[in-house]
C-alpha cells in the first residue's frame, strides 16, 4: 500500500483544512487509518485513528472537538478535517494504514505516508 497525503498548506489561526490520504496498491478497506504529526524537535504524536468500518474512532485530546476524521473505502481515501486551527497545530502531518488499530494507536503502522505540512499562522 502507498499512502499519499495532501492539502497541507498555511492557515491563519482560526481557519480550516482538510487533509486527504489516499492510498493506492491495495484496498485500504480492512486497515485501520490513523494520522500523526510531528513538529520540529517534537517526537511524532498520535492524532486521530478510524477503524476499517468507521465504527470507531479516536482523537488525541489536544484534538478532540477539533479535528474529524473520516474515511470513504470506495475511493480508498481517509481524510481529516482540521477546524479551529490553532499554532500548536504546525507540523509536518502523517497518515497510515495498519490492520490492527491498537497497534496504530501506539505508533505502530505496517505503512506511512509521506507528509503533509501544514502550517498555522498567528
Known amino acids: 500500500v502507498q499512502l499519499q497525503a495532501s492539502g497541507g498548506g498555511l492557515v491563519q489561526a482560526g481557519g480550516s483544512l482538510r487533509l486527504s490520504c489516499a492510498a493506492t496498491?491495495?484496498?485500504?478497506?480492512?486497515?485501520?487509518m490513523g494520522w500523526f504529526r510531528q513538529s520540529p524537535g517534537k517526537e511524532r504524536e498520535f492524532v486521530s485513528l478510524?477503524?476499517?468500518?468507521?465504527?470507531?474512532?479516536d482523537y488525541a485530546d489536544s484534538v478532540k472537538g477539533r479535528f474529524t476524521i473520516s474515511r470513504d473505502n470506495g475511493k480508498n481515501t481517509a481524510y481529516l478535517q482540521m477546524n479551529s486551527l490553532n499554532t500548536e497545530d504546525t507540523a509536518v502531518y502523517y497518515c497510515?494504514?495498519?490492520?490492527?488499530?491498537?497497534?496504530?494507536?501506539?505508533?505502530?503502522?505496517?505503512?506511512w505516508g509521506l507528509g503533509a505540512l501544514v502550517t498555522v499562522s498567528s
Open positions: 496498491g491495495r484496498a485500504i478497506s480492512r486497515y485501520a
Open positions: 497510515a494504514a495498519t490492520i490492527n488499530r491498537e497497534f496504530l494507536r501506539r505508533g505502530h503502522s505496517e505503512f
Open positions: 478510524i477503524n476499517w468500518s468507521g465504527g470507531y474512532i
